[in-house]
T-cell receptor, first 112, second 111 residues
């Protein structure tokens, strides 16, 4: 299995609070991604990174920000959590463009 | 029109039968195609990838790609109850590494 961890694995928070999810990899892969998975929508890309300090938006980036200060860490921040951001969040990594993406174990987030 | 479409299922097959999972995509410029398996409550895991037209076999799994018709399929031979999961099709449309996932087909293998 690819060396990817996510923390926390489960989180319950209240509307309006900031939340930060962490993805950590030990594979030294250049590309890192954040997805959310919701019933009926499948996996949707939030943000991705193609190197340290290099990030870009995905299709559902509103309300989310990311940072990557080290190759191994990719942080996803919900600036002010809303109930619509209740979801399962997956981090993924890939070695290069077009290559296979490997997924972390996921974080279940519940926003009350 | 969704970029990657899959029948949500559930697709039920008896143990030992061939399961056939299909996926269509809209971008003719798509270059890479992936099949992931996702057990309930778990993360997606790669089963196979295919880049060229034709068939690619790996054990009990065969991926089939037809770029002219814009579909990719996954065949699972000798289906086992442990194959019961949701299967996600993913398509790389090139550009900035954009990979689009289908919503998945739920497969149930009946003992």
């Amino acid at each position: 299995d690819a060396g990817i961890t996510q923390s926390p694995r489960h989180k319950v928070t209240e509307t309006g609070t900031p939340v930060t999810l962490r993805c950590h990899q030990t594979e030294n892969h250049r590309y890192m991604y954040w997805y959310r998975q919701d019933p009926g929508h499948g996996l949707r890309l939030i943000h991705y990174s193609y190197g340290v300090k290099d990030t870009d938006k995905g299709e559902v980036s509103d309300g989310y920000s990311v940072s990557r200060s080290k190759t191994e860490d990719f942080l996803l921040t919900l600036e002010s959590a809303t109930s619509s951001q209740t979801s399962v969040y997956f981090c993924a990594i890939s070695e290069s463009q077009g290559e296979t993406q490997y997924f972390g174990p996921g974080t279940r987030l519940l926003v009350l | 029109q969704k970029e990657v479409e899959q029948n949500s299922g559930p697709l039920s097959v008896p143990e030992g039968a061939i399961a056939s999972l299909n996926c269509t995509y809209s971008d003719r410029g798509s270059q890479s195609f992936f099949w992931y398996r996702q057990y309930s409550g778990k993360s997606p895991e790669l089963i196979m990838f295919i880049y060229s037209n034709g068939d690619k076999e790996d054990g009990r799994f065969t991926a089939q790609l037809n770029k002219a018709s814009q579909y990719v399929s996954l065949l699972i031979r000798d289906s086992q109850p442990s194959d019961s999961a949701t299967y996600l099709c993913a398509v790389n449309s090139g550009g900035y590494q954009k990979v689009t996932f289908g919503t998945g087909t739920k497969l149930q293998v009946i003992p």
